[in-house]
């Protein structure tokens, strides 16, 4: 694991591990609770993520359909203002819509926001051309373990970002290219997708 540096990069993404309430203990098998550790929203907004960004720079936040709205907020409590979305397509091995749990609607998709810092001027170079990519792409992937994010989502903005300081926060991988920081970040290392 790497030291994260204040200011510094153009590119964040970022997984909170974002508390989860289930309706019964059937639920409990599949929630993030099984999984890793999570965070209550306080704690989350308390990381200031958004200080991680160089003048210019976007973040790339994964969210949660039921918690959207409060993940939102998070994202403007670190100073970062939400300027587009997006969706991941989780896909499974054979190629088919992988269907995942809800509480009125079974989602086949995990929402993402961008954001941008909020008093920024203009966003740094080749990253404008990253909000306007993913702002018309629909990041189709394989689902794989436990918020493990898709490979797809991060070849996508190193095509729109080459050269560009990414950092991938809560990483569960390591990967050339990006600062990873979290609990697992060599979890899958060496592991093929």
């Known amino acids: ?12 993404m970022i997984d909170p591990p974002w508390p989860w309430e289930t309706y019964s203990a059937a639920g ?8 890793y550790d999570t965070m209550s929203f306080d704690d989350i907004e308390a990381l200031r993520a958004g200080d991680l960004l160089a003048t210019g720079g976007v973040m790339m ?11 939102a907020a998070v994202m403007r409590a670190w100073g970062v203002k939400p300027v ?26 995990e929402p993402f926001l961008i954001g941008a810092l909020k008093d920024s ?13 993913i702002d018309e792409a629909l990041v189709d992937g394989v689902a ?13 903005i190193e095509a729109v970002a080459p050269g560009l300081r990414r950092a991938d926060i809560f990483a569960r991988q390591r990967r050339p ?13 060496g592991v093929a997708p």
């Open 1 to 12: 694991m790497i030291d994260l540096q204040p200011f510094a990069y153009d590119v964040v």
């Open 28 to 35: 409990q098998a599949k929630s993030p609770e099984a999984q």
């Open 61 to 71: 936040m994964w969210c949660t359909w039921p918690l959207f709205d409060r993940q």
């Open 84 to 109: 587009t979305g997006g969706a991941w397509a989780k896909r499974t091995a054979s190629g088919k819509l992988r269907w995942g749990t809800g509480y009125v609607l079974r989602s086949v998709c």
């Open 121 to 133: 001027g203009a966003r740094g170079p080749g990253v404008s051309n990253l909000i306007g990519t």
């Open 144 to 156: 794989r373990e436990h918020s493990r994010k898709p490979d797809e989502a991060y070849a996508l």
């Open 177 to 189: 290219g990006w600062d990873g920081w979290g609990n697992e970040a060599s979890k899958f290392d």
